[in-house]
């Protein structure tokens, strides 16, 4: 039954495809951690997008058992689960990471522990380095020039860690290399959206730094409109740089952010995806930059048929807001640093 079942799969879903699909372009979506409590809702949202044409899922375990249950839902995208094993869904050869990464356009990447109360970020590095690590070996092999967004934290040391490992491999291109830092604009926006009385969806805050308590530094002073005393400043900022704490103690020692983070991560999959087809399309993100002193850097940033296409100029940042930046760089360099010289040695 299984195999017959497949095959009828297989058969219906190119025709399907066909009705549906306009866009020339054929995109691929990769998720890697697809199982996990990102990845599920993540692989979810991308099974939605219509930017999507082909959603393949991977993971160490459970995708065959994801992609089978995303494949019922009637978009037009194909759906693929694969594991390091031979177990696999649909039938067919399979070599794990390979076909899930081959033709890719974006690779998404929420593979790794998330943190307890308790833990900073820093401290899920053992476990997440090496897995991210393999996981960009695999990009670098088996699709060099897709858009590589890494989620696994800590995102200021997995990036450089990322970047590393494809300059190893000879495929670095920094235009298609990003730390996904959309969860902090996300809460920044429904946080000011919260204190005005406004729809957080018609607020657009600009994040600078990186992804870690004080390296995440939100520009309120640009939110026109927005009206804060001192002290109210300072509570938005430290809540938007601590809101993940926020979210690992409510969860208790289940985990942190998977939700709000599969929404981030799909809304900047997809703006990937709109640039890649040939929008012009700003968001914040953590590059390679030399905008400051850090060699990675969180700002906003246009994306094009090629990727990253500009990194826009900083601008005045206000008395407040530099005072912050003060303290942040010496803990950013450092983070990203960790992630350099772990590759290297
Ligand atoms: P989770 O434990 O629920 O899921 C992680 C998944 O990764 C699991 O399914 C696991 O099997 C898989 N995995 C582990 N090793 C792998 C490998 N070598 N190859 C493929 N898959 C592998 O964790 P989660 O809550 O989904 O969080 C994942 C990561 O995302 C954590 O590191 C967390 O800190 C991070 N995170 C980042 C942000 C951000 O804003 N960038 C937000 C939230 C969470
Ligand atoms: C977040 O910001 O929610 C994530 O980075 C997860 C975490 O550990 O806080």
């Not at 092999?141 to 190893?168: H, R």
């Not at 905008?291 to 990675?296: G, K, N, R, S, V």
Request: hydrophobic content about 40%.
């Amino acid at each position: 039954f299984n195999s017959l079942a497949t095959k009828t799969i297989s058969a219906l879903r190119p025709a399907v495809r066909s009705i549906h699909s306009t866009a020339s372009q054929n995109a691929k979506v990769a998720v890697l951690g697809a199982a996990g409590g990102i990845g599920q809702p993540l692989s979810l949202l991308c099974k939605l997008s219509p930017e999507v044409d082909e959603l393949s899922c991977y993971d160490i375990v459970g995708t065959p058992g994801v992609a089978a249950d995303l494949s019922h839902i009637p978009s037009k995208s194909s759906t693929l689960g694969r594991l390091p094993s031979p177990v696999k869904w649909p039938m067919g050869p399979n070599d794990g990471l390979k076909e899930a990464l081959e033709g890719s356009d974006v690779v998404v990447i929420p593979a790794g522990v998330p943190r307890k109360p308790g833990m900073t970020r820093d401290d899920l590095f053992n476990t997440n380095a090496s897995i991210v690590q393999t996981l960009v070996e695999g990009c670098a092999k088996f699709c060099p020039d897709a858009m590589i967004a890494i989620i696994s934290n800590p995102v200021n040391s997995t990036v450089p860690i990322a970047a590393e490992v494809l300059k190893k491999h000879g495929v670095y291109n920094p235009k298609k290399l990003a730390g996904v830092t959309t969860l902090d604009v996300c809460r920044a926006n429904t946080f000011v959206g919260n204190h005005m009385g406004w729809d957080p969806k018609d607020v657009d805050v600009t994040v600078i730094g990186g992804h870690a308590g004080i390296t995440i530094l939100p520009l309120f002073s640009r939110v026109d409109g927005a009206k804060f005393t001192d002290d109210e400043l300072e509570a938005i900022t430290v809540r938007t740089q601590f809101g993940g704490d926020e979210v690992v103690a409510a969860k208790a020692g289940a985990g942190s952010a998977t939700l709000s983070m599969a929404y981030a991560g799909y809304l900047f999959t997809e703006n990937v995806l709109k640039a890649l087809r040939g929008e012009e399309i700003t968001q914040c993100a953590f590059v390679e930059s030399n905008l400051t002193e850090a060699q990675y850097f969180a700002s906003p940033v246009k994306f094009g048929k090629n990727g990253v296409e500009e990194i826009l100029p900083l601008g005045e940042l206000s008395a407040y807001e530099k005072q912050w930046f003060d303290k942040m760089m010496p803990e950013l360099k450092k983070q990203i640093q960790k992630g350099v010289d772990f590759v290297k040695k």
